[in-house]
């Protein structure tokens, strides 16, 4: 079912956002992302002469506002790693299209964990891994679009199965994060050996 990894991570993170967090500003601003996320998810409208998901719209200039509000030059900085992520997520797309022998699992899941790892080589935090990987997915799903516009003109952007993509790619980051985190936890509260001096 198109769509399910893209809901299960929504709602997850609307629930973390609502139940488990504090209450502060950027809270609630997740909150309603999250809301906004799912409520446009099966809305389209018509930008002649493309078709777009209302929540490809939502996701593409909240996360350009995201990236214009960082530090001096963090923006340029965004921008370059967003264009590369773009490059590589059309390229894997229209190999899976041209030549499909090189998809050997489920094309999902490799092209979540592809851009889930060149988002962790352009940045360290990850905050700005998830901000490049949804500019970059918009990105590159403009640019997948437009390669195959005389193909498949009725062609959605940000259909289901590119949400389920950058779902799956974000839950990849942060179960990666989580485990990073907790294995500097443990190594913190490992107590120090001492040695024996001659």
Same mark, same amino acid.
């Given at each position: 079912? =198109?769509?399910?990894?893209?809901?299960?991570?929504?709602? !997850?993170?609307?629930?973390?956002?609502?139940?488990?967090?504090?209450?502060?500003? =950027?809270?609630?601003?997740? !909150?309603?992302?999250? &809301?906004?996320?799912?409520? +446009?998810? @099966?809305?389209? %409208?018509?930008?002649?002469?493309? /078709?777009?998901?209302?929540?490809?719209?939502?996701?593409?200039?909240? @996360?350009?506002?995201? !990236?214009?509000?960082?530090?001096?030059?963090? $923006? &340029?900085?965004?921008?370059? +790693?967003? *264009?590369?992520?773009?490059?590589?997520? !059309?390229?894997?797309?229209?190999?899976?299209?041209?030549?499909?022998?090189?998809? $050997?699992?489920?094309?999902?899941?490799?092209?979540?964990?592809?851009?889930?790892?060149?988002? *962790?080589?352009? /940045?360290?935090?990850?905050?700005?891994?998830?901000?490049?990987?949804?500019?970059?997915?918009?990105?590159? =799903? %403009?640019?997948?679009?437009?390669?195959?516009?005389?193909?498949?003109?009725?062609?959605?952007?940000?259909?289901?199965?590119?949400?389920?993509?950058?779902?799956?790619?974000? *839950?990849? &980051?942060? %179960? $990666? =994060? *989580?485990?990073?985190?907790?294995?500097?936890?443990? #190594? #913190?509260?490992?107590?120090?050996?001492?040695?024996?001096?001659?």
């Amino acid at each position: 079912m =198109e769509g399910a990894y893209f809901y299960f991570f929504f709602w !997850a993170l609307w629930i973390a956002a609502t139940f488990l967090m504090k209450k502060t500003v =950027e809270r609630t601003k997740l !909150a309603a992302f999250s &809301l906004f996320m799912i409520s +446009s998810a @099966s809305m389209t %409208v018509k930008i002649s002469p493309l /078709h777009m998901a209302l929540s490809f719209f939502v996701l593409f200039f909240s @996360s350009c506002y995201v !990236a214009v509000t960082q530090r001096p030059c963090g $923006w &340029l900085r965004m921008a370059l +790693s967003a *264009s590369g992520l773009a490059f590589a997520y !059309a390229a894997f797309r229209l190999l899976a299209l041209f030549d499909p022998v090189w998809i $050997w699992l489920d094309g999902q899941w490799m092209l979540g964990w592809w851009m889930a790892l060149i988002s *962790s080589l352009f /940045h360290r935090r990850i905050s700005a891994r998830l901000l490049c990987l949804a500019l970059g997915g918009c990105q590159g =799903e %403009v640019m997948y679009a437009m390669s195959i516009f005389r193909m498949a003109p009725g062609y959605v952007l940000g259909s289901f199965s590119f949400l389920d993509v950058l779902a799956i790619s974000a *839950s990849s &980051l942060l %179960v $990666w =994060e *989580s485990i990073r985190f907790f294995s500097l936890q443990l #190594e #913190e509260k490992r107590p120090v050996r001492r040695t024996r001096q001659p």
